[in-house]
Antibody, heavy 118, light 108 residues
């Protein structure tokens, strides 16, 4: 079955970096695009970034453009989110999600918590 | 950016009753709208896409309707496993994908 497992979250000081990973299994990884979506404590879901199936196109929300980079390794079935210059407002659970054929997102991971605090 | 507004924030319903959740878009999204269910400790689950199409494996008691800016998710007869938070999401005009703030369906 489809599985997406995020890792790499933790506590980091403002201005520092963190790299999240999303290991995928149970489907043909290279055929799918992926999103990163986050949820800050007590808030709703917020889309962060998206990468196409072949990595040829990437999209970001305005507030992370220039600080976050999404990438993928099709040989290791893994998607990454490199987060630089982290801010307190980036604190959230970060979800990796697969772009579906009919829906924008059809499967989600369990999420990894990123806490930005001094 | 299209703003999605869900109402109510919390819905108290007895098991077996009908639940009706609303989602409004700040501008038309045609039928490019999805609904997701999120339970504590679990991954979100796709319920509905294209406003009214049930995802694979989703029970028939879940139904979606609407187009343009007004959408509804109906759970015809609430089961114990349906108590959760429900999010709507538009994908007509992205990036960014945008979500509603969620409706929590709780036991009355």
């Amino acid at each position: 079955q489809v599985q997406l497992v995020e890792s790499g979250g933790g506590v980091v000081q403002p201005g520092r970096s963190l790299r999240l990973s999303c290991a995928a299994s149970g489907f043909s990884f290279s055929n799918y695009g992926f999103h990163w979506v986050r949820q800050a404590p007590g808030k709703g879901l917020e889309w962060v970034a998206m990468i196409w199936y072949d990595g040829s196109n990437k999209y970001y929300r305005d507030s992370v453009t220039g600080r976050f980079t999404v990438s993928r390794d099709n040989s290791n079935n893994t998607v990454y989110l490199q987060m630089n210059s982290l801010r307190v407002e980036d604190t959230a659970v970060y979800y990796c999600a697969r772009r579906g054929g009919m829906a924008p997102i059809d499967y989600w991971g369990q999420g990894t918590l990123v806490t930005v605090s001094s | 950016e299209i703003v999605m507004t869900q109402s109510p924030a919390t819905l108290s319903v007895s098991p077996g009753e009908r639940a009706t959740l609303s989602c409004r878009a700040s501008q038309t999204v045609s039928t490019n709208l999805a609904w997701y269910q999120k339970k504590p400790g679990q991954t979100p689950r796709l319920l509905i896409y294209a406003a009214s199409s049930r995802a694979t494996g989703i029970p028939a008691r879940f139904s979606g309707s609407g187009s343009g800016t007004e959408f509804t998710l109906t759970i015809s007869s609430l089961q114990s496993e349906d108590f959760a938070v429900y999010f709507c999401q538009q994908y007509n005009n992205w990036p960014p994908l945008t979500f509603g703030q969620g409706t929590k369906v709780e036991i009355k």
